[in-house]
C-alpha cells in the first residue's frame, strides 16, 4: 500500500475514445503530479498540482487534460489520442513542492495502449 | 535547466556480488539527489537520498551513495546483492530553489540479479 493508488491499471483505447485516469492519495499531501513514463526515456513531467491550482504544465498536447477537484483526487481526462502516447502514466504526491527536497509517493501506474 | 545521465541501461550481476549504479547530473544550481527504485508492476519508491550534510547515504536495505560535487555524480552501491534487488533504478535531481516543483530523472537502470 503506497498511499497512492491509480485506476485502471490498464487501459486500451482507440484514437477516437474519451477516457480518464483516476488518481487518488490518502497521505494528506498538497500536491499531486502526472508523469508519463515511456520506454528509454526519463520520467516525463505533465501537470503539478498546489492546493488543487494548476501550477505547471510542461508543454503537453491538449488532448491531456487534468482535473484536481480536491488535493485528494486527481483526473487526466484523454481525447483524441495517438499510438505514441502509449505509455504508462504516473501519478504522484508530496507534502510540498519537490523543490525542498521532499518525497515524492507515487501509484504503481495506468499502462495505456492506444490503437 | 538540470538533466541527469544513468549509462547503464542494464546491469546483470550475480547473486552476492557487488554492484554500482553510476549517476551524473549537471545543474547551474545547487542540486538535492535521490535514488528511487521501481519493482516489477509497481511505482516508484524512494530508495535514498541526499539534502545536506554528510556525502554517504544509506538505505535500509544495504545500498548507498555518495555525492561527489566535484564529479557531479551520485553512484549507487550496494556490496552484496540479493535476487529480490531486481527492480529498475532511477537517479533524480530537484534544484534548491523554494518554487521549484520538478524531479528530473535519469533514463533508469535495470539491475537484473541471477541466482
Known amino acids: 500500500e503506497t498511499g497512492v493508488t491509480q485506476t485502471p491499471r490498464h487501459l486500451v483505447m482507440g484514437m477516437t475514445n474519451k477516457k480518464s485516469l483516476k488518481c487518488e492519495q490518502h497521505?494528506?499531501?498538497?500536491?499531486m503530479y502526472w508523469y508519463k513514463q515511456s520506454a528509454k526515456k526519463p520520467l516525463e513531467l505533465m501537470f503539478v498540482?498546489?492546493?488543487?491550482?494548476?501550477?505547471e504544465n510542461n508543454s503537453v498536447p491538449s488532448r491531456f487534460s487534468p482535473e484536481c477537484p480536491n488535493s485528494s483526487h486527481l483526473f487526466l481526462h484523454l481525447h483524441t489520442l495517438q499510438p505514441e502516447d502509449s505509455a504508462l502514466y504516473l501519478c504522484?504526491?508530496?507534502?510540498?513542492?519537490?523543490?525542498?527536497?521532499?518525497?515524492?509517493?507515487f501509484g504503481q501506474g495506468t499502462r495505456l495502449t492506444v490503437v | 535547466a538540470q538533466s541527469v545521465t544513468q549509462l547503464d541501461s542494464q546491469v546483470p550481476v550475480f547473486e552476492e556480488a557487488p554492484v554500482e549504479l553510476r549517476c551524473n547530473y549537471s545543474?547551474?544550481?545547487?542540486?538535492?539527489l535521490f535514488w528511487y527504485v521501481q519493482y516489477p508492476n509497481q511505482g516508484l519508491q524512494l530508495l535514498l537520498k541526499?539534502?545536506?550534510?554528510?556525502?554517504l547515504v544509506e538505505s535500509i536495505n544495504g545500498f548507498e551513495a555518495e555525492f561527489n560535487k566535484s564529479q557531479t555524480s551520485f553512484h549507487l552501491r550496494k556490496p552484496s546483492v540479493h535476487i529480490s534487488d531486481t527492480a529498475e533504478y532511477f537517479c533524480?535531481?530537484?534544484?534548491?530553489?523554494?518554487?521549484?516543483?520538478?524531479?528530473?530523472f535519469g533514463t533508469g537502470t535495470r539491475l537484473t540479479v541471477i541466482p
Open positions: 504522484a504526491s508530496s507534502q510540498a513542492g519537490l523543490g525542498r527536497g521532499v518525497e515524492a509517493f
Open positions: 497521505l494528506g499531501h498538497n500536491a
Open positions: 498540482y498546489n492546493f488543487k491550482e494548476q501550477t
Open positions: 545543474s547551474s544550481v545547487s542540486v538535492y
Open positions: 541526499y539534502l545536506s550534510g554528510s556525502t
Open positions: 533524480a535531481v530537484s534544484p534548491e530553489l523554494g518554487g521549484a516543483n520538478n524531479l528530473f
